[in-house]
């Protein structure tokens, strides 16, 4: 496992390449570490870097898995206030970090 550090303004995004035994196509996981503001010192787990189908890559937020009516949901953990512009934003900087990050070969 590598650790990568990224710092952004008050957040650091801490990449951490998955091994050889990950599930196929998960690339990495990410943190965000906050390091200003009101959530100082605390970090967010749980987000994924994976390849898509089409050559691309996604991300996918924290997120908590339920059942309902027997069948199994699971609910984001980060949302936006308002529309998508600030989760699309996140995606962008953590793959922006990604790309940056990534070996060259």
Same mark, same amino acid.
Do not use: C
């Given at each position: 496992?590598?650790?990568?550090?990224?710092?952004?303004?008050?957040?650091?995004?801490?990449?951490?390449?998955?091994?050889?035994?990950? &599930?196929? *196509?998960?690339?990495?996981? +990410?943190?965000?570490? /906050?390091?200003? *503001? &009101?959530?100082? *010192? !605390?970090? !967010?787990? =749980? /987000?994924?870097?994976? +390849? +898509?189908?089409? =050559? *691309?890559?996604?991300?996918? /937020?924290?997120?908590? #898995?339920?059942?309902?009516? =027997?069948? @199994?949901?699971? /609910?984001?953990?980060? @949302?936006?206030?308002?529309?998508?512009?600030?989760?699309? +934003?996140? @995606?962008? !900087?953590? !793959? #922006?970090?990604?790309?940056?990050?990534? &070996? @060259?070969?």
């Amino acid at each position: 496992m590598t650790t990568l550090d990224i710092t952004t303004n008050s957040v650091t995004i801490k990449l951490a390449r998955t091994p050889h035994t990950a &599930p196929v *196509g998960k690339l990495a996981d +990410a943190e965000l570490h /906050f390091t200003s *503001g &009101p959530l100082a *010192g !605390l970090k !967010l787990l =749980g /987000f994924g870097i994976w +390849a +898509a189908r089409n =050559g *691309g890559r996604n991300v996918t /937020f924290p997120a908590r #898995q339920y059942s309902a009516d =027997g069948m @199994r949901r699971s /609910f984001t953990l980060l @949302r936006d206030v308002s529309g998508h512009a600030a989760s699309d +934003a996140l @995606r962008d !900087l953590i !793959l #922006q970090t990604y790309v940056e990050t990534a &070996p @060259r070969t």
